[in-house]
């Protein structure tokens, strides 16, 4: 037998106040759980808005691009296309929702240098290149709202499990500990009191 589970004022007190934490924590667990499902559904409309933005300015990015290569000939725009630097100004930081840490990401928008002549291209170049602009910042924007949207569906998968053990395992068996042992004390009460009153009633003779 578990020496907690002994029929004893202070097992009994134990067993309660583990059975209050076990409320109290799946309380806890509880509002996390519907304060991250609130974040995560927030983030789910946005994912789906930026990929309609996103789809059509893709669309419109090829249409541009298919319009420069008319204009200019393909090789001549691969090779202005391999004269754009490498993007190297995002960095990746973080914040906490409810313990969930979430991606956010930086890089320097304003880093636009031509890296040809406008004397030698036609409008159909510049326009192009601020669509594929365009393009670049919503694919960083999308990929920060899935990764968020990710991390928060596995925390809350997490905080469900953990909720459920609390529901189903840990507050039952509090439970059934303090009833068992509130019984085991009561009837030694009502043992110890006809044992009393059975030896004053000897001593009354």
């Keep these: ?24 924590g799946y309380d806890l667990m509880d509002k996390k759980r519907n304060i991250l499902l609130k974040e995560l559904m927030g983030l789910i409309d946005e994912a789906k808005d930026i990929q309609e933005e996103i789809d059509s300015t893709f669309t419109r990015a090829y249409a541009c691009l298919q319009r420069a290569n008319i204009e200019h000939g393909i090789s001549m725009v691969q090779q202005l296309a ?27 928008a304003k880093q636009n240098d ?21 393009v670049k910042e919503l694919t960083i924007k999308l990929s920060m709202v899935e990764n968020a949207a990710y991390r928060l569906a596995t925390n809350i998968k997490k905080t469900q499990k953990r909720a459920n ?34 030896i004053k009633k000897m001593q009354s003779k």
């Design 114 to 134: 031509l890296t040809y002549s406008f004397s030698t291209t036609y409008e159909s170049i510049d326009i192009v290149r601020e669509a594929f602009r365009d």
């Design 165 to 198: 053990a609390l529901k189903n395992i840990t507050i039952p068996m509090y439970s059934n500990l303090v009833y068992t042992i509130t019984n085991a004390l009561e009837e030694k009460e009502r043992e110890e009191f006809t044992r009393l009153k059975v």
């Design 1 to 24: 037998m578990d020496p907690r589970e002994f029929p004893t004022k202070g097992n009994l007190m134990l067993a309660k106040n583990s059975l209050a934490l076990a409320h109290q």
């Design 82 to 108: 391999f004269t754009v630097p490498i993007e190297d100004s995002i960095r990746i930081q973080t914040r906490s929702i409810m313990g969930t840490e979430i991606p956010y990401v930086k890089y320097d």
